[in-house]
């Protein structure tokens, strides 16, 4: 772990190795994570087609979405209908983000590295606030820990934003994926005209075009049949929302960045603040954090996560 930042800054990518084959790969385009191996085995999706060129964002992996809306006063629903597509998901994920701590291996063994972005003049011209990230990653033996923290340095100014984790996991096929944690929950389906429904299914499965919201959502989800048959936990704090996404064969197609036959190969389990937006008053921060494990039987997760006790400073 000699590498410095500014060594490692000068490439496009920066790799946290645990040893044992468990890797994390970050590309400094938008903080992406774009691959996450365990004992050598790839948990994250990227599609074949993806473009790396520092302009568009990456197609798969981990995208950081940040971004505020206009105006908060409108449907929700309508202003994430073109999510999926194109700059709607903001200017985080196309920005190149800063590396603040190189990999540094912890006493443990784990491996973090911090990355940041603050305002600059190109994000200025999309949204003319202050603002500071700080995104600290840390790779566990079998978990992929996230950590995020959004500071308004103004002294006047409040701002607003939503923000979400887009992870694309890599599955043998989606249609034998089952989701829990979404029953009961209300959703809205943006396939069906952004209406809102109830989740009556006590696990969610997805066999065809998928693209739903679902609000105020317990903290763990679990999704069955990801790589080797395994199952893959996802813990979140401060992240009340989860969207479910395929875009099943007609919207692969509509994708230039997506092969056509890869929509089998890949679900969206993204935690988030959607529906409401974070208020964030001058001078305050707001945290949040995700946790993806991957497990294979009920006593691997004897000793999961619990659950954070820290409190946001902003209210949303």
């Not at 499965?205 to 998928?210: G, K």
Request: with cysteine.
């Amino acid at each position: 772990m000699a590498t410095t930042a500014a060594a490692m800054a000068a490439t496009s990518v920066v790799v946290l190795d645990r040893g044992n084959n468990t890797t994390c790969t970050i590309n400094l385009h938008g903080a992406t994570v774009v691959s996450w191996r365990v004992n050598n085995q790839e948990q994250l999706f990227v599609s074949k087609l993806a473009s790396f060129d520092g302009k568009k964002a990456i197609r798969g992996g981990i995208p950081f979405v940040f971004r505020k809306f206009e105006s908060i006063s409108l449907d929700l629903a309508a202003q994430f209908g073109a999510w999926s597509f194109g700059p709607q998901h903001g200017f985080a994920r196309i920005t190149r983000w800063h590396l603040e701590r190189a990999p540094d291996r912890l006493h443990n063994g784990d491996v973090e590295a911090i990355f940041s972005l603050m305002d600059n003049e190109f994000t200025r011209s999309i949204w003319n606030y202050q603002f500071r990230i700080t995104y600290r990653l840390i790779l566990r033996e079998k978990e992929l820990h996230f950590h995020i923290g959004v500071y308004n340095p103004s002294k006047e100014l409040s701002f607003s934003f939503n923000m979400l984790l887009h992870t694309y996991l890599k599955v043998p096929d989606v249609r034998r994926c089952q989701i829990t944690g979404l029953h009961g929950c209300h959703f809205i389906d943006k396939t069906r005209e952004n209406a809102l429904y109830q989740e009556g299914r006590e696990v969610v499965t997805v066999n065809e075009w998928t693209d739903r919201i679902y609000q105020h959502t317990p903290q763990e989800h679990v999704i069955t049949n990801v790589v080797s048959g395994r199952k893959m936990r996802l813990h979140k704090y401060n992240f009340p929302d989860t969207v479910i996404w395929n875009p099943w064969i007609d919207r692969s197609r509509e994708m230039s960045d997506f092969g056509d036959d890869e929509f089998p190969n890949m679900l969206c389990v993204e935690a988030g603040n959607v529906t409401s937006p974070v208020i964030l008053l001058p001078g305050t921060a707001f945290e949040a954090s995700q946790i993806l494990q991957q497990f294979k039987c009920p006593y691997d997760i004897i000793n999961a996560p619990k659950k954070s006790k820290k409190k946001s400073k902003s209210r949303s």
